[in-house]
């Protein structure tokens, strides 16, 4: 062999070396981009923040807070700041309480802060639930139309992702980013589904699963689901609208009887606590927290109502 070809060989080794790196590192490059879009912030928080994050992650209450946080549009807050910021807040609330409800009022005021946390964020995420649902026939018609120009279901919720406003445009955004990574079409709608939960975006993941599992008129059922997601939103405006005298007369009785328990207790202080002492007293605490706790849950479901 003669110096010559080995030569030649030798540079088309080392430019097919070279133009191998520049590919390794352009999609590198590519998937840490996605992996961004994934997940903003997650490679920025400190590092024992992100450790508590990782350790309240692996559990299923941290877990369900993860996809809470997620589900009201507050990807950016880290669960364990969140978890001890509501601690300290408790804390706080039940030092100030002292002076007006007794040592028993204060325990009450920490509960009190923990479950107004836990409903604002509710309350966040059913709101933005509740958006993203109004833009689901939109969603469904673009899906319809993109499979019936022959693309994939994935190209699909990427244009989706680029026409739709929010909160839709960030949450398709976020499947299509999984899906890039490579995770299954059913994994990527299921945390949709968590992060999102509603009876009608669970007919949209579980027509899409389907579909991509066993086939079937995709472009037909997407139709269907587009006309019928716009008749169920008009029918919850309309619920919503009637309950809402309702429900406000009933939390308006329930602030009322909270407010009594605070002024009796500013007129005579440590009532409460005195109360408490013997079994008469507990009897009547218990007895009347039961009935609020019970006006409370039954108010929550009387206004609930699901189409």
Do not use: H
Request: charged fraction near 20%.
């Amino acid at each position: 062999m003669s110096v010559g070809l080995i030569a030649l060989l030798l540079l088309t080794t080392l430019v097919a070396c070279l133009l191998a790196v520049a590919a390794l590192q352009e999609n590198a490059a590519f998937d840490r981009q996605v992996i961004a879009s994934a997940d903003p912030l997650g490679t920025a928080r400190p590092a024992l923040v992100a450790r508590l994050d990782e350790a309240l992650a692996r559990t299923d209450a941290g877990r369900r807070l993860v996809a809470l946080l997620a589900g009201a549009g507050l990807t950016r807050w880290s669960p364990a700041v969140v978890v001890l910021g509501t601690v300290g807040a408790a804390s706080a609330a039940a030092a100030a309480s002292v002076p007006l409800l007794g040592r028993a009022g204060a325990v009450v005021a920490m509960a009190a802060v923990v479950a107004s946390v836990k409903g604002w964020l509710d309350r966040r995420r059913r709101a933005r639930v509740e958006r993203f649902i109004a833009q689901l026939p939109e969603v469904a018609r673009l899906l319809a139309n993109s499979a019936d120009a022959g693309l994939a279901v994935r190209r699909g919720v990427e244009i989706a992702a680029r026409e739709m406003a929010e909160p839709a445009a960030s949450e398709l955004g976020q499947v299509a980013a999984e899906l890039s990574l490579g995770r299954t079409l059913r994994a990527a709608l299921a945390g949709l589904s968590e992060r999102l939960p509603s009876r009608e975006l669970a007919v949209l993941v579980q027509t899409l699963t389907i579909q991509a599992r066993a086939g079937g008129a995709l472009v037909t059922a997407l139709a269907g689901i587009a006309a019928t997601l716009e008749d169920r939103r008009q029918l919850r405006r309309e619920i919503r609208t009637a309950m809402v005298g309702a429900s406000f007369s009933g939390y308006l009785v329930i602030l009322m009887g909270l407010g009594a328990v605070i002024l009796i207790n500013v007129l005579n202080p440590g009532v409460l606590d005195v109360m408490l002492t013997n079994l008469v007293g507990q009897g009547v605490v218990g007895v009347s927290a039961a009935l609020f706790l019970l006006g409370y849950l039954m108010m929550r479901r009387l206004g609930r109502v699901e189409p």
